[in-house]
């Protein structure tokens, strides 16, 4: 167990905020590396103080070290348990140390089967004991995060992608974790630093996944060390932008090109589905551009169930370069236009 932080610091239990700061200065001056250049003792008792320090000057973290001593970073996690144990009626015994009372814990295994009587014995069992474990060594792997980019139609079926997440936090010993060695990538852990193998993990995503959709996949991250816990695996979905499907949420907006002719007098266009698959859609005789029709349940697939709807928008095609026979169509249907007084104002 590493030195009480109060006595790193020379100062009392109840010392003052004031008096640990003043303690803090005058040892941080008294052993700063620059002082004592070269003296290996004075660098390592500079680094535990100022551990200290920022433990100690944190009124909430000093709070904490109180009540837990060197387990204080796994307070909040030993408050939890607390109340799931009280929540199950276990009660909590066996450990002293009211706040303030400067107590400490050891986390020891053998004080853990005198407390518990035993493995699995009533209230006090599994998590708990896994917890304390913990503190014996155990540890739970860190949880992972990556970051799976998919398409559009990928996101409308479903897929998987596989993830390489490291096993454990095995720092390389050719880089000392740099990555690096004299400005060049290190060849022994390909630059990343870390000497743990990878393992690979298929993740499924399923059909409807958005932006920001988080898959939680739970004891598939880091491996846990001393025969501790993995941690959880999750992966951060990124769907990206299509060439010609706009999504809002679960519906789809797409433009079709709609003829002017078949706008004006009615007719059948192709509308393109996420399924790959177009549908034929009706359009009626006077469809303006910009008009927007729904297919119902054409959209992408709804988290709980059922899809969401196709948007298509109409866009008025009109022909690049006309033949004499359309040039003298559109200057009967300009002149038709302008008797019937409903033309579009640029007449000549
Ligand atoms: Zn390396």
Request: include cysteine; glycine fraction near 16%.
């Amino acid at each position: 167990m590493a030195s009480d932080l109060y006595s790193v610091l020379g100062v009392k239990r109840d010392a003052s905020e004031k008096e640990i700061r003043q303690a803090f200065r005058r040892l941080a001056r008294q052993y700063h590396p620059d002082v004592n250049p070269g003296n290996a003792d004075a660098e390592a008792r500079f680094k535990e103080i100022n551990a200290a320090y920022e433990v100690l000057s944190d009124a909430d973290n000093r709070k904490k070290y109180d009540q837990y001593g060197d387990q204080w970073q796994h307070a909040d996690q030993i408050e939890e348990m607390r109340r799931q144990q009280a929540a199950r009626g276990g009660g909590f015994r066996g450990f002293g140390g009211a706040p303030g009372s400067g107590q400490t814990f050891e986390f020891d295994l053998n004080d853990l089967h005198d407390l518990g009587g035993g493995h699995g014995g009533g209230g006090f069992g599994g998590a708990f004991e896994q917890m304390f474990r913990r503190g014996a060594g155990r540890q739970r792997g860190r949880d992972v995060e990556s970051v799976a980019r998919i398409t559009l139609e990928e996101a409308y079926q479903g897929t998987t992608r596989t993830v390489e997440v490291r096993e454990g936090q095995e720092t390389c010993r050719i880089c000392g974790g740099s990555g690096q060695i004299a400005g060049a990538t290190c060849h022994a852990c390909r630059g990343t630093g870390s000497a743990a193998p990878l393992k690979r993990i298929e993740v499924t995503i399923p059909p409807g996944a958005q932006s920001g959709t988080r898959i939680r996949v739970p004891g598939r991250g880091e491996s846990g060390a001393n025969g501790g816990p993995s941690g959880d695996l999750y992966l951060l979905v990124e769907v990206r932008p299509h060439a010609r499907f706009e999504r809002k949420g679960d519906d789809l907006f797409v433009d079709v090109d709609v003829p002017v002719a078949d706008a004006a007098l009615g007719g059948e266009v192709r509308v393109p589905t996420p399924k790959g698959r177009a549908l034929a859609l009706k359009v009626p005789a006077g469809t303006q551009g910009g008009k927007t029709f729904r297919l119902a349940g054409q959209g992408m697939p709804r988290a709980r169930g059922g899809f969401g709807d196709l948007h298509a928008r109409v866009r008025l095609v009109l022909p690049e370069h006309l033949t004499e026979e359309q040039r003298e169509l559109f200057e009967r249907l300009r002149a038709s236009t302008s008797r019937a007084g409903d033309g579009a104002g640029v007449g000549r």
